[in-house]
């Protein structure tokens, strides 16, 4: 229905004065840890420069810059069955644009799709051609940002998502038929997008490519599934696999087994709270040592301050615990499970423990992942993170107009 009037009322993103102020004087009245020979980050984040960040969000930052560019798109509220859903949207500029939703993942906000939505929906304004372009709806997972509170749904996770994307697309929104992509968190909403709702979907497009059952059982918190690591493993690999599980270990375990305890000092103290997820923006993106490669200072804070102004520390958190606690479970027995065709970008600082870029394709093949998909299109690169649509946007968006142009 790419000719249809919209049929909801944009409303633009506002945060109240008093709730900015307070974020403010929470920030002045830190009380700060002594970090103490933690020069190289090996405890955690490090001091000295996280006050420096904080003194620019205290004294620099500029959030209703952030929101005016924000709100250079449209923002829509609904309520789906109960669930508070924000999304923005970019209407495609082309012959046909085809309806396509994209889900983010934890500590991503829907703010980190920014570069590649202007692309996805006028690709003619970027050298590309008009028939790729895309009618973007882009919302904010239930629990993270402005779709929020959630205190009726504390049982959120990435397959009840999927539910309401499809109710948004298609009893909201009026789709027919339309095309889903996604990253972390967001790549299983995506997948089970593609297995519940095949024939509804143009196609997928994805950031990973994990089962959809990654976070069953009693071990999802832990990468190594309790495996000791073989006694002849070469040194450069078992470094290889230290070095993963250093990055994501604890993320895991807290999020997965009590995010609960760790959300009381993140919803009291805006400084903690950043500091968590910082962590996480530096271990994670391809940003050879120096966050600020990746991310700019006002980039973190606009970040953060989505978080903090809308209290979603905690409910953004539990979905991985939620992922675990209500497991998911097919709705078909059919192979490959995700029958949507598939389209799959993964990065070279992802590599599995010794496997090099260009055999990582080759890699997922053999894997017991690939059954699982109908992948049509499966691209490597050596450059970006696990924030791929924000490292490394140019490749992302080609990437998906080529999983997508088959399928129109």
Same mark, same amino acid.
């Given at each position: ?24 004087? +929470? ?19 490090? $001091? ?9 969000? /205290? ?29 923005? +949207? ?70 009840? /998502? ?19 992509? =996604? ?43 309790? &495996? ?7 040194? $450069? /690999? ?95 027995? &059919?192979?490959?499970? /995700? ?29 017991? $992942? ?13 450059? =970006? ?15 998906? $107009? &080529?999983?997508?142009? =088959?399928?129109?």
């Amino acid at each position: 229905m790419p000719n249809a009037p919209f049929p909801l009322e944009p409303q633009p993103i506002f945060v109240p004065d008093d709730v900015l102020a307070d974020l403010r004087y +929470r920030l002045q009245s830190t009380r700060w840890p002594l970090d103490a020979g933690n020069e190289d980050w090996f405890y955690g984040v490090n $001091r000295m420069y996280l006050e420096g960040l904080v003194e620019e969000w /205290i004294n620099r930052f500029d959030w209703r810059k952030a929101e005016r560019a924000i709100n250079a798109y449209e923002h829509y509220h609904v309520d789906i069955d109960g669930v508070p859903v924000h999304f923005m +949207r970019k209407p495609g500029k082309g012959p046909s644009p085809i309806p396509l939703i994209l889900s983010h993942g934890w500590p991503w906000t829907f703010w980190h799709w920014s570069k590649v939505i202007e692309p996805l929906a006028d690709p003619a304004a970027f050298g590309g051609d008009p028939a790729d372009a895309f009618d973007v709806i882009v919302p904010s997972l239930p629990g993270f940002g402005f779709s929020s509170p959630l205190p009726n749904h504390p049982d959120m996770n990435f397959w009840k /998502i999927a539910d309401l994307w499809h109710t948004l697309m298609t009893d909201i929104l009026g789709y027919t038929k339309y095309a889903a992509a =996604g990253c972390d968190v967001g790549a299983l909403v995506t997948g089970q997008l593609g297995h519940k709702y095949p024939d509804e979907l143009y196609a997928i497009h994805i950031g990973s490519a994990q089962k959809l059952s990654l976070f069953n059982g009693e071990r999802a918190w832990d990468l190594t599934g309790g &495996r000791p690591l073989p006694d002849n493993l070469p040194e $450069r /690999i078992r470094t290889q696999i230290f070095e993963l599980d250093r990055r994501f270990a604890s993320h895991l375990a807290v999020h997965t087994l009590d995010p609960g305890t760790l959300a009381y000092g993140l919803s009291d103290s805006p400084v903690g709270m950043l500091a968590w997820i910082l962590e996480r923006w530096a271990k994670w993106s391809n940003n050879n040592g120096n966050l600020e490669h990746v991310f700019s200072k006002d980039d973190l804070l606009t970040h953060a301050t989505i978080y903090w102004v809308t209290n979603t520390i905690e409910t953004s958190m539990r979905i991985y615990a939620n992922n675990n606690r209500y497991p998911w479970t097919a709705v078909h027995e &059919r192979w490959p499970v /995700i029958e949507a065709p598939t389209g799959i970008t993964f990065v070279g600082y992802e590599n599995p423990p010794g496997i090099t870029t260009d055999a990582r394709i080759q890699h997922f093949l053999e894997s017991d $992942r690939a059954p699982w998909y109908n992948h049509v299109n499966i691209t490597v690169h050596e450059k =970006g993170g696990h924030f791929i649509p924000w490292e490394i946007p140019n490749e992302w968006v080609e990437d998906m $107009r &080529r999983t997508f142009r =088959g399928t129109r």
